[in-house]
């Protein structure tokens, strides 16, 4: 058991999802008190989303998971659902904001669109140690390994005082506990995908496209040439450590500005 410890959970899957149920109930059986606020239904990709041009509506869900949890399935976006469940339904701010477990993988470049990392930045955003977790498989696979690593990860994040401005972005490979070769903190890597439109035509004759895309192989960032980012080399991308079988913590940050720039700023005519 642990210490007293308040958690609010989302993700971007929806509240029918087999990851936030398996994580909830697994966070609920160890100890915390769990408040489960996230989407009626699956917002995968949906970024940092925010409604605003629309009422958010937000109705209890009680029967889906274990009885210790409190859960509500929100109309809007996982940022909302987050933004919601901090000045809305919960009294005081919660020790954890934790998001996921995503049915598939949030790696390198993933993170700028994925609904379940922005659920946790939100979290960050606003102070509170928070943490992503994704399990490297898009069909139903088994989440509980996953689920009992996020317990062990956060009475560590407690016992280290990790910053409560660096979001944690956890992917699991879909293995057995015994099977994984081990945990690596690691650089956010570069994936680039293939895009793809599939033009369509409804049964009304108006033309729509389907967004489809492949991943293609990581491709290295560039900047980790110069001198000023070479520390980070020491650390694998976590592509490359997904691959060997770890399961990988890259810390994130929501601020995107790019130091290097400003350490060796270019003689740019502003036009001031």
Not at 60 to 84: E, Q, Y
Not at 185 to 200: L, N, P, V, W
Request: charged share 20%.
């Amino acid at each position: 058991m642990v210490e007293p410890c308040r958690v609010l959970v989302s993700n971007d899957d929806g509240i029918l999802a087999t990851g936030i149920q398996t994580l909830a109930n697994t966070l609920a059986k160890a100890g915390y008190t769990v408040t489960v606020v996230c989407p009626d239904r699956e917002r995968s990709a949906t970024g940092h989303g925010l409604t605003l041009h629309e009422p958010i509506r937000v109705e209890p869900m009680p029967g889906i998971f274990d009885p210790g949890v409190r859960a509500w399935a929100c109309s809007g976006n996982p940022s909302d659902c987050v933004k919601l469940g901090l000045s809305a339904i919960l009294d005081e701010p919660p020790d954890f904001v934790v998001s996921g477990i995503n049915h598939g993988a949030n790696l390198g470049t993933d993170v700028l669109y994925s609904g379940t990392v922005s659920a946790a930045m939100e979290g960050t955003i606003e102070g509170i140690s928070s943490v992503a977790f994704s399990l490297v498989n898009h069909a139903q696979g088994d989440f509980q390994a996953a689920a009992n690593f996020a317990c062990t990860l956060l009475k560590q994040i407690k016992a280290e005082q990790i910053p409560t401005s660096v979001l944690l972005n956890v992917n699991i490979p879909p293995l057995a506990e015994t099977e994984f070769a081990g945990v690596q903190i690691t650089r956010q890597g570069i994936r680039r995908y293939i895009d793809s439109f599939e033009k369509r035509v409804d049964p009304r004759g108006k033309t729509y496209f389907w967004l489809a895309g492949e991943a293609i192989e990581e491709v290295e960032d560039p900047d980790l040439s110069s001198a000023t980012d070479r520390p980070a080399q020491a650390f694998p991308t976590d592509v490359q450590a997904i691959k060997a079988g770890y399961i990988t913590i890259t810390p994130l940050h929501y601020n995107l500005t790019y130091t290097p720039f400003l350490d060796r700023p270019p003689h740019l005519s502003l036009g001031l």
